[in-house]
């Protein structure tokens, strides 16, 4: 079983709609869970942290459900600039960060 | 902010060659990584280390080394660079364990 799964997609939606990501992990232990994003042909960069209690950030928003074992990422009032692939990244005792594949993004005009 | 820095952004190697891609950081961190990005394999853990001096294999370590002998700087080497070993190469580093971690902006090598 995979540590980290995301669906690739692509997602294609237009602009201003609401679209949400899973990821789901296979350790039950894991401690930290971040969504990292990365545009084309660049390097990934950190978009948020996931606290258990669910957090926001503007049109952002990350909800962790330990019992079930998957993160989500809800992304409100899309743009165009929001078009890019989104990695779900789990921590599990003192390892390395556990990147999943990327969904990818595209929000049309 | 924290910059990692990687010393080239596209390379062309020929097979055989060694190859050495250096990374450095600026922001003091502990912990140092190498990964490479393939096409639908997401990102791959080759190396990392958590201290000067230290060194741990992460999920694909065959066909590369690596060498930290000052806190800032984290090099991987291709000891025999290989067309299979064509890819993008990301170097990260996190201030601890529990943090998140700021990557360069790449190395695409290319091996023919």
């Known amino acids: 079983r995979k540590e980290v799964e995301q669906d690739p997609g692509p997602f294609n939606v237009p602009e201003g709609a609401t679209v949400a990501f899973n990821c789901t992990y296979s350790?039950?232990?894991?401690?930290?869970f971040f969504w990292y994003r990365q545009d084309c042909r660049k390097e990934p960069k950190l978009l948020m942290s996931?606290?258990?209690s669910g957090n926001e950030d503007g049109r952002f928003t990350a909800q962790l459900n330990r019992a079930s074992q998957y993160i989500s990422l809800l992304i409100r009032d899309s743009k165009l600039s929001d078009s890019a692939t989104y990695l779900c990244?789990?921590?599990?005792?003192?390892?390395?960060?556990?990147f999943g594949k990327g969904t990818r993004l595209s929000v049309i005009a | 902010d924290v910059k990692v820095t990687q010393s080239s952004r596209y390379l062309v190697k020929r097979t055989g060659e060694k190859v050495f891609l250096e990374c450095v950081q600026d922001?003091?961190?502990?912990?140092m990584f190498w990964y490479r990005q393939d096409p639908g394999l997401g990102l791959r853990l080759i190396y990392f280390?958590?201290?000067?001096?230290?060194?741990e294999k992460g999920d694909i370590p065959e066909g590369y080394s690596v060498s930290r002998e000052k806190k800032e700087r984290f090099s991987l080497i291709l000891e025999s660079a290989s067309t299979n070993q064509t890819s993008m190469y990301l170097c990260?580093?996190?201030?601890?364990?529990?943090?998140?971690?700021?990557f360069g902006s790449g190395t695409r090598l290319t091996v023919v």
């Open positions: 990260a580093s996190s201030l601890n364990a529990g943090s998140g971690y700021t």
């Open positions: 922001m003091d961190h502990e912990n």
């Open positions: 990244v789990v921590l599990s005792g003192n390892t390395p960060l556990v």
């Open positions: 350790n039950s232990a894991s401690q930290s």
């Open positions: 996931v606290y258990s």
């Open positions: 280390s958590y201290d000067v001096k230290m060194k």
